[in-house]
């Protein structure tokens, strides 16, 4: 079965295990696919760009309530009523 590999960088898990810091520094702060037999087991990501895709989702997120909200009509409000 073939899979896409969304990494520059592989890795088996016995490297993974042998050398930890090692095999996420080969992936010079991207992500690094760890392969089992050969198919991705899973992907291990530096601290830095976990934050920067967490911060993506969260802009994503906030650019679909916007949309979702354009349409609204808009209230006046003044501070001295709130």
């Known amino acids: 079965m073939a899979h896409t590999i969304l990494a520059g960088v592989t890795a088996s898990v016995t490297e993974l295990k042998r050398n930890p810091m090692g095999t996420i520094g080969a992936g010079e ?34 650019n679909a309530i916007a949309n979702a909200r354009a349409d609204q009509r808009e209230v006046a409000v003044s501070l001295d009523d709130l």
């Open 29 to 62: 702060g991207a992500a690094v696919a760890i392969l089992n037999r050969n198919q991705p087991a899973f992907y291990c990501v530096p601290a830095l760009e976990y934050e920067a895709m967490i911060e993506r989702l969260e802009d994503a997120e906030l």
